[in-house]
């Protein structure tokens, strides 16, 4: 059964609680008042969190998921348009949505990311979000933002083109959406996250991944229920790809087929031809496929692309499939599909660095793209990882491993950060998220002295005028002999990718190299091991923005910072007033960590 409902409409009633109505009513009332002019349709979807019973691997699990389904239920909208989403919890714990890659102008109060723009939806509550689409294009996701909810709370957002342009490319005869996923055999993830975190100990891997919720053949008790996508010979479908992953980037491959990249992160790309792609967790691509082969079965595989160093062997090692069938009849010609010669290796890591060389922004007279030139802010952020003290029991210090950015490692206030803003309330964030790391050193030296290895916590944000045109330069580092690759995803904006490389960043030599022509436009970069990755954008969205790697481990460890973008002059350029309704702010985070930084150094 059905549980969720969407409908478009201009102007058909809709029934929902008081409050809602009556936000729905001021936010017209607001619009009229600004000479607003609303475009698009508007959906309304019905998600409701509950547990259900899930066998994989031989076992069967309860976990939270939306409307009974995981992944869960897809989003479909046109450029422009609004959803309203009516999230009710009837789960055991509280949770909220964010909309990856959705800029909600203006619009921070829909964001979702928990202590950053709100607190939970409690059970036996509800919370209505309205999502704002306006230039974005393709494909995106939504997914819970509260501990580690995600791996089973999340689904695809389809955003088809407008009227007027429709898509940069021939239109497709059909598409197929794969979501990437991780499995944990673990009941109770997040207890179990919290606990590690709270004792300092590493958090746990996945026992395998998944594409579109199921495991595949070469994994246990899952021949039955390996995902099968249906093809007619000789068409081209639209591969909508998205990566729901926790904790490692993924190579993927089609047996036998060539995947034509032409879109990632809600924007286009100029077409890239290749026989396999790596996607980093929170990242969404668009892929053309032709059914041009044989008639028959192909696999479609995916297995991690592992950035550590070579001893580090502690990884999901498993490879999860799906199965491209043809239709028609045919005598299959193997026991088993074809599996893809183009995988690359766990740590093969020139496949990588190959395909995310040839990504360029479409730039285009239809998508047009906008670098800044004349920045006004420069920063330059070490991401780390850490040893420090987090807080077990009542007043038990338990060394621990942490991660940082710029030596900050994230605190969750008690109250979120985007409330305490908007109401000028003192005690809950500090102003003072610094420009640059407290010292320079070798960021990617072999050998780094332990004092690169402490950090400080702390619940800092950087405040940016309205308009400013920002630059940040994302530097690896080697910290507790621990590089490795770190997606990096900024709320409500995309950027622009105008340069990379390895080794330490150079102020001088590499801005040279900048590409300000057709730079891809991303809402999640990987920051490349012992390397470093530059991005552009401007501060043209007020509001309160969370930047995190979205390597779920290193996030819960503290690798965030906050951005808060005042306001502009105008009433059309300042953040939106908030809903007559947002959840209360009733308990701490679950994961604590100390703000003092006096501690000794640990063994790693």
Known sequence: MHIYRTRTTRTTSFRVRMGVLQWLLG???LCSALLCIVEGNV???DFVLREANFTRLCQTKSMLVVNDSFPGPVIRVQKGDTVYVNVQNQGAYGLTIHW???HQPRNPWSDGPEYVTQCPI???SNFTYEVIFSDEEGTLWWHAHSDWTRASVHGAIVVMPSNETGFPFPEPDGEEIVVLGSWYYIDNLNEVVAKDVEEGSDTPRSDCYTMNGQPGDFSLCSNDSTYRWQVEYGKTYLLRLVSAVMNAELYFAIAEHSLTVVGLDGAYVKPIVTNNIM?????TMDILVTANQSLGQYYMAARQFDSVRPDDQ?????????????????TTPAAYPIYPSTLPSYEDLLPAIEFTDKIKSLASKDHPINVPVNITTKMYIAVEMNNGSVIEGSDDVTVALLASLNNISWVNPTTDVLLAYYRNMSGFYASDFPDFPPYMYDFVNENLPDNTE???????????EYNEEVEIVFQGTNTINASENHPMHLHGYSFYVVGSGFGNFDNVRDPQSYNLVDPPKMTTISVPMKGWVAIRFKASNPGVWLWHCHLDRHFSWGMSFVMIVKNGGTAERCMREPPPYMPPCTDSPTIRLRPSHK?????K
Do not use: C, M, W
């Not at 996607?279 to 990242?283: A, E, N, R």
């Not at 501690?599 to 063994?603: E, M, P, Q, V």
């Open 27 to 29: 936010s017209l009332l």
């Open 43 to 45: 959906h309304y979807y």
């Open 100 to 102: 990856h890659g959705v």
């Open 122 to 124: 409690e059970p036996g």
């Open 279 to 283: 996607i980093s967790p929170g990242q």
């Open 314 to 330: 502690d990884y999901d090692k498993s490879n999860v499939t799906a199965i491209l069938e043809y239709k028609g009849n045919y």
């Open 454 to 464: 402490v950090t400080v916590k702390a619940t800092k944000v950087k405040v940016l």
């Open 599 to 603: 501690f000794s150094r640990t063994a």
